[in-house]
């Protein structure tokens, strides 16, 4: 494992599916039976849209981190911007090195960038305290239906 | 006032912006000034952008109720979707007609449609018992940062 200080934010490339990008995500949730193909044209779809923001960290040839934010194109607030952030994980053998404030730190700055007034998330109660240490303080509730398809 | 079976949900279109469909988001929260050209290129970048469902409910050639949704392209899930519902708002004199519903299965029957496996969004306390009479249920905490731009 490289030094802490070493490992640096990046964003996702299609290369990454070598390396572990969704391992990773498995952590956080179901990923499923996910093809390079399926894969490749999720990236370009996403990166045909505009507005994705994914960014992940390598130790050692891995993905060790990823998170990922939308930027949504308000009319309100002049028609400003907002940027959802999602599917944050770290791996577990990569936790307590603050590498999901590094994540957070660098969303942030994309939003500013993209013009966003603010950024958004939702997280359960346990994570609420690493969410406050970026920064961020509870707002709303988080209201979910889930669809047959 | 139309009769209230009568008001049915359509999409948003450019000359809303002359309907009052900005005076009614102006009941929500702040939109500032946005001119016509502003309010058309929005739309626009949406669009083009792909995923942005807005829909509304006119009655007497006025806008009396709006609500939005984008689909995020996710990797999780076998490279699923998700429906997040935004700036849902009901014109006062229009409320307790039942338009706030309408808005939200027409966007859930549109997450459906577009293959999302949840619809989300966030709330106050106040708005949670309304949206549990939509069918979705409170899930998680929503965190904010507002950036100084």
Chains 1, 2 share one sequence.
């Not at 996702?12 to 399926?38: I, M, P």
């Not at 960290?57 to 308000?74: P, S």
């Not at 346990?126 to 970026?134: G, I, L, V």
Request: glycine share 8%.
């Amino acid at each position: 494992m490289a030094a802490e200080g070493i490992l640096a934010v990046r964003q996702l490339q299609a290369s990454d599916f070598d390396k572990g990008f969704l391992e990773v995500l498995a952590h956080l949730t179901t990923v499923g039976d996910v093809s390079r193909e399926a894969f490749e044209e999720q990236l370009k779809r996403r990166d045909a849209a505009g507005g994705y923001h994914t960014v992940v960290i390598e130790d050692d040839g891995r993905i060790v981190a990823t998170a990922a934010m939308i930027v949504e194109l308000k009319f309100i607030h002049g028609c400003s911007k907002v940027g959802h952030i999602e599917d944050v994980v770290v791996d577990p053998a990569y936790r307590g090195k603050k590498l999901g404030i590094k994540l957070i730190e660098a969303l942030v700055e994309a939003a500013r960038g993209a013009g966003c007034y603010k950024i958004i998330l939702d997280c359960n109660e346990a994570n609420t305290a690493f969410y406050e240490k970026c920064g961020l303080t509870r707002k709303e509730v988080q209201m979910v239906k889930y669809l047959d398809r």
